[in-house]
Protein backbone atom coordinates (compact mmCIF):
# COMPACT_ATOMS: atom_id res chain seq x y z
CA UNK A 1 0.00 0.00 0.00
CA UNK A 2 1.18 3.35 -1.21
CA UNK A 3 2.12 5.87 1.73
CA UNK A 4 0.53 9.52 2.04
CA UNK A 5 1.82 12.08 0.53
CA UNK A 6 1.55 15.73 0.79
CA UNK A 7 -0.26 17.35 -2.45
CA UNK A 8 -1.13 20.46 -2.19
CA UNK A 9 -0.08 23.73 -0.15
CA UNK A 10 -2.60 26.73 0.40
CA UNK A 11 -2.16 30.10 2.13
CA UNK A 12 -4.95 32.23 2.36
CA UNK A 13 -2.85 36.03 3.56
CA UNK A 14 -5.97 37.99 4.06
CA UNK A 15 -8.94 35.56 6.10
CA UNK A 16 -11.44 34.95 3.95
CA UNK A 17 -10.73 36.15 0.32
CA UNK A 18 -8.94 33.73 -2.18
CA UNK A 19 -5.72 32.01 -1.55
CA UNK A 20 -3.18 30.72 -3.68
CA UNK A 21 -1.24 27.47 -3.97
CA UNK A 22 2.06 27.14 -3.25
CA UNK A 23 5.09 23.99 -4.13
CA UNK A 24 6.33 24.87 -0.45
CA UNK A 25 6.33 27.18 1.96
CA UNK A 26 7.41 28.06 5.71
CA UNK A 27 5.95 27.20 8.76
CA UNK A 28 6.07 29.62 11.57
CA UNK A 29 4.71 29.99 14.92
CA UNK A 30 1.01 30.68 13.66
CA UNK A 31 1.27 27.99 11.04
CA UNK A 32 1.92 28.69 7.18
CA UNK A 33 3.91 31.88 7.15
CA UNK A 34 1.06 35.15 6.06
CA UNK A 35 -1.69 32.76 6.53
CA UNK A 36 -4.78 34.59 7.57
CA UNK A 37 -2.10 37.20 9.07
CA UNK A 38 -3.88 40.14 7.53
CA UNK A 39 -7.94 40.58 8.24
CA UNK A 40 -10.81 42.66 7.19
CA UNK A 41 -12.94 44.53 9.99
CA UNK A 42 -16.02 46.62 9.60
CA UNK A 43 -17.02 50.07 11.40
CA UNK A 44 -17.49 48.33 15.41
CA UNK A 45 -13.75 46.30 14.53
CA UNK A 46 -15.44 43.33 13.91
CA UNK A 47 -14.00 40.59 11.30
CA UNK A 48 -15.83 40.24 7.80
CA UNK A 49 -16.19 37.10 6.29
CA UNK A 50 -17.37 35.48 3.16
CA UNK A 51 -20.37 34.61 4.94
CA UNK A 52 -22.01 37.72 5.00
CA UNK A 53 -19.67 39.57 1.93
CA UNK A 54 -19.64 36.40 -0.59
CA UNK A 55 -18.20 38.81 -3.05
CA UNK A 56 -14.82 38.54 -1.28
CA UNK A 57 -14.49 35.17 -2.83
CA UNK A 58 -13.77 37.73 -5.79
CA UNK A 59 -10.65 39.41 -4.63
CA UNK A 60 -7.38 37.12 -5.21
CA UNK A 61 -3.99 37.22 -3.13
CA UNK A 62 -0.53 36.54 -4.14
CA UNK A 63 3.06 36.85 -2.10
CA UNK A 64 5.37 38.26 -4.23
CA UNK A 65 8.86 40.20 -4.17
CA UNK A 66 8.16 41.33 -0.35
CA UNK A 67 4.74 42.61 -1.21
CA UNK A 68 1.32 41.68 -0.71
CA UNK A 69 -0.89 41.72 -3.56
CA UNK A 70 -4.78 41.82 -3.96
CA UNK A 71 -6.84 42.05 -7.06
CA UNK A 72 -9.84 41.53 -9.09
CA UNK A 73 -10.78 41.21 -12.63
CA UNK A 74 -10.31 45.19 -12.84
CA UNK A 75 -7.96 46.42 -10.42
CA UNK A 76 -5.18 45.61 -7.96
CA UNK A 77 -3.22 47.03 -4.96
CA UNK A 78 0.14 46.79 -3.40
CA UNK A 79 0.99 46.47 -0.11
CA UNK A 80 4.65 45.98 2.00
CA UNK A 81 4.70 43.08 4.37
CA UNK A 82 6.31 44.56 6.68
CA UNK A 83 4.37 47.94 8.07
CA UNK A 84 3.45 49.49 11.35
CA UNK A 85 -0.03 51.34 11.85
CA UNK A 86 -2.28 52.00 14.01
CA UNK A 87 -2.99 49.84 16.87
CA UNK A 88 -6.60 48.50 17.04
CA UNK A 89 -8.37 45.88 19.31
CA UNK A 90 -10.44 43.43 17.29
CA UNK A 91 -12.48 40.51 17.35
CA UNK A 92 -12.58 37.18 15.78
CA UNK A 93 -15.46 35.02 17.39
CA UNK A 94 -15.02 35.23 20.86
CA UNK A 95 -11.61 36.11 20.69
CA UNK A 96 -9.99 39.63 21.35
CA UNK A 97 -6.51 40.18 19.91
CA UNK A 98 -4.32 43.71 18.80
CA UNK A 99 -4.15 44.41 15.30
CA UNK A 100 -2.54 47.29 13.03
CA UNK A 101 -4.02 49.05 10.42
CA UNK A 102 -2.82 49.11 7.02
CA UNK A 103 -3.57 52.72 5.64
CA UNK A 104 -6.24 54.67 3.75
CA UNK A 105 -5.61 53.55 0.28
CA UNK A 106 -6.01 49.93 0.59
CA UNK A 107 -9.19 50.54 2.80
CA UNK A 108 -10.75 52.93 0.43
CA UNK A 109 -9.94 49.78 -2.30
CA UNK A 110 -11.57 47.05 -0.32
CA UNK A 111 -14.55 49.06 0.39
CA UNK A 112 -15.20 50.34 -3.01
CA UNK A 113 -15.30 46.99 -4.39
CA UNK A 114 -17.16 45.50 -1.51
CA UNK A 115 -19.60 48.29 -1.74
CA UNK A 116 -19.53 48.39 2.21
CA UNK A 117 -16.93 50.37 4.42
CA UNK A 118 -13.80 48.55 6.15
CA UNK A 119 -10.33 48.05 6.90
CA UNK A 120 -7.61 45.91 6.61
CA UNK A 121 -5.55 45.22 9.47
CA UNK A 122 -2.62 42.94 10.39
CA UNK A 123 -1.44 40.91 13.14
CA UNK A 124 1.90 42.28 14.39
CA UNK A 125 4.57 39.84 15.49
CA UNK A 126 3.75 40.72 19.33
CA UNK A 127 0.42 40.04 19.47
CA UNK A 128 -0.51 36.65 20.39
CA UNK A 129 -3.77 34.66 19.75
CA UNK A 130 -4.35 31.39 21.68
CA UNK A 131 -5.98 28.67 20.24
CA UNK A 132 -8.90 27.17 21.94
CA UNK A 133 -7.54 25.26 25.52
CA UNK A 134 -9.77 22.60 24.99
CA UNK A 135 -8.33 21.41 22.21
CA UNK A 136 -5.02 23.02 22.37
CA UNK A 137 -1.39 23.47 24.53
CA UNK A 138 -0.56 26.89 26.25
CA UNK A 139 2.20 27.32 23.47
CA UNK A 140 -0.60 27.19 20.45
CA UNK A 141 -1.41 29.85 18.66
CA UNK A 142 -3.06 31.31 15.09
CA UNK A 143 -3.18 34.46 14.07
CA UNK A 144 -6.83 35.31 11.90
CA UNK A 145 -7.82 31.60 11.73
CA UNK A 146 -11.52 30.78 12.32
CA UNK A 147 -9.25 28.77 15.40
CA UNK A 148 -6.79 26.67 14.33
CA UNK A 149 -3.45 27.42 12.38
CA UNK A 150 -4.10 24.38 9.85
CA UNK A 151 -6.76 22.91 7.75
CA UNK A 152 -5.92 19.01 6.44
CA UNK A 153 -7.91 17.41 3.97
CA UNK A 154 -7.58 14.81 1.43
CA UNK A 155 -7.95 14.67 -2.24
CA UNK A 156 -9.72 11.28 -1.62
CA UNK A 157 -12.70 12.57 0.72
CA UNK A 158 -13.09 15.42 -1.91
CA UNK A 159 -13.76 12.86 -4.71
CA UNK A 160 -15.97 11.24 -1.82
CA UNK A 161 -18.43 13.88 -2.20
CA UNK A 162 -18.27 14.77 -5.34
CA UNK A 163 -20.23 11.56 -5.85
CA UNK A 164 -22.94 13.01 -4.01
CA UNK A 165 -23.40 16.22 -6.47
CA UNK A 166 -24.29 17.25 -9.48
CA UNK A 167 -21.23 18.53 -10.55
CA UNK A 168 -17.53 18.00 -9.09
CA UNK A 169 -16.35 21.02 -7.18
CA UNK A 170 -12.75 21.82 -6.28
CA UNK A 171 -10.87 21.51 -3.08
CA UNK A 172 -11.00 25.83 -2.71
CA UNK A 173 -14.37 25.33 -1.98
CA UNK A 174 -13.09 23.93 1.57
CA UNK A 175 -10.17 26.80 2.12
CA UNK A 176 -7.57 23.74 3.33
CA UNK A 177 -3.78 24.51 3.98
CA UNK A 178 -2.75 21.24 3.59
CA UNK A 179 -4.08 18.34 0.59
CA UNK A 180 -3.22 15.07 1.52
CA UNK A 181 -3.19 12.39 -1.47
CA UNK A 182 -2.59 8.59 -1.52
CA UNK A 183 -5.09 7.72 1.44
CA UNK A 184 -8.28 6.61 1.90
CA UNK A 185 -11.44 8.40 1.36
CA UNK A 186 -11.76 10.03 5.25
CA UNK A 187 -8.89 8.65 6.32
CA UNK A 188 -8.20 12.03 8.02
CA UNK A 189 -10.46 11.32 10.88
CA UNK A 190 -8.92 8.88 12.25
CA UNK A 191 -5.81 10.58 12.60
CA UNK A 192 -4.73 11.74 15.89
CA UNK A 193 -1.14 12.29 14.92
CA UNK A 194 1.00 12.95 12.05
CA UNK A 195 4.38 14.06 10.74
CA UNK A 196 5.11 15.89 7.61
CA UNK A 197 9.03 16.93 6.78
CA UNK A 198 10.20 17.41 10.19
CA UNK A 199 6.94 18.66 12.05
CA UNK A 200 4.11 16.74 14.10
CA UNK A 201 1.16 17.93 13.69
CA UNK A 202 -2.13 17.09 16.51
CA UNK A 203 -5.56 16.84 14.70
CA UNK A 204 -8.06 17.50 17.82
CA UNK A 205 -11.04 18.32 16.23
CA UNK A 206 -13.20 18.18 13.43
CA UNK A 207 -13.88 21.10 11.40
CA UNK A 208 -17.55 21.84 11.36
CA UNK A 209 -18.32 23.74 8.22
CA UNK A 210 -20.64 27.10 7.84
CA UNK A 211 -22.23 28.22 4.66
CA UNK A 212 -18.66 29.35 2.45
CA UNK A 213 -18.76 25.68 0.31
CA UNK A 214 -21.39 26.66 -0.92
CA UNK A 215 -20.24 30.45 -2.35
CA UNK A 216 -19.36 29.99 -5.53
CA UNK A 217 -14.95 30.97 -6.00
CA UNK A 218 -15.31 32.08 -9.37
CA UNK A 219 -18.79 33.95 -9.21
CA UNK A 220 -19.43 34.60 -5.18
CA UNK A 221 -22.64 33.28 -5.99
CA UNK A 222 -24.37 30.77 -3.24
CA UNK A 223 -24.95 27.49 -4.69
CA UNK A 224 -27.01 24.86 -2.54
CA UNK A 225 -25.23 21.49 -4.08
CA UNK A 226 -21.71 21.30 -1.62
CA UNK A 227 -24.19 21.78 1.39
CA UNK A 228 -26.55 19.67 0.58
CA UNK A 229 -23.94 17.00 0.10
CA UNK A 230 -22.66 17.46 3.29
CA UNK A 231 -25.91 17.73 4.94
CA UNK A 232 -26.84 13.93 3.29
CA UNK A 233 -23.41 12.33 3.85
CA UNK A 234 -21.27 14.27 6.96
CA UNK A 235 -23.82 15.01 9.48
CA UNK A 236 -23.64 14.70 12.96
CA UNK A 237 -25.16 16.31 15.94
CA UNK A 238 -27.05 19.21 13.61
CA UNK A 239 -23.50 20.53 12.13
CA UNK A 240 -21.83 19.29 8.53
CA UNK A 241 -17.87 18.73 9.00
CA UNK A 242 -15.45 18.23 6.30
CA UNK A 243 -11.60 18.35 7.03
CA UNK A 244 -9.80 18.20 10.54
CA UNK A 245 -8.08 21.10 12.26
CA UNK A 246 -4.52 20.94 13.04
CA UNK A 247 -2.09 21.80 15.43
CA UNK A 248 1.94 21.54 14.78
CA UNK A 249 4.89 21.46 17.50
CA UNK A 250 6.85 23.77 15.51
CA UNK A 251 8.48 25.69 12.64
CA UNK A 252 9.78 24.15 9.72
CA UNK A 253 8.99 23.95 6.25
CA UNK A 254 6.32 21.70 3.76
CA UNK A 255 7.07 20.50 0.07
CA UNK A 256 4.64 19.26 -1.90
CA UNK A 257 5.45 15.39 -2.56
CA UNK A 258 6.50 15.34 1.26
CA UNK A 259 5.47 11.65 2.82
CA UNK A 260 2.97 11.91 5.25
CA UNK A 261 3.87 9.61 8.55
CA UNK A 262 0.79 8.14 10.41
CA UNK A 263 1.77 8.48 14.39
CA UNK A 264 -1.55 8.02 15.92
CA UNK A 265 -4.82 6.86 14.86
CA UNK A 266 -8.34 6.53 17.14
CA UNK A 267 -11.83 6.16 15.96
CA UNK A 268 -13.76 8.66 13.37
CA UNK A 269 -14.24 12.05 14.53
CA UNK A 270 -17.22 13.06 13.69
CA UNK A 271 -18.11 9.22 14.43
CA UNK A 272 -19.90 8.95 11.21
Not at 48 to 65: D, G, H
Not at 176 to 182: A, E, Q, R, W
Amino acid sequence: MTSPLLSDIYIYPVKSLTGFRADQWPVDRNGLQHDRQWMLIDENNNFLSQRKLPRMALINTAIRNQQLILSTDHSDISLPLVSSGDSVHVTVWHDQCRAETIGKDVDEWLSDFLHRPCRLVVMPDDSIRQVDQKYAHPQDQTAFSDGFPFLITSDASLQALNQHMPEPVDIQRFRPNLVISDCEPYAEDHWRQIAINTIHFRLPKPCSRCAVPGVNPHTAEREKAPLTALNNTRKWEKQVYFGQNALHDRSGSLRCGNPVSIIETGSAQPPL
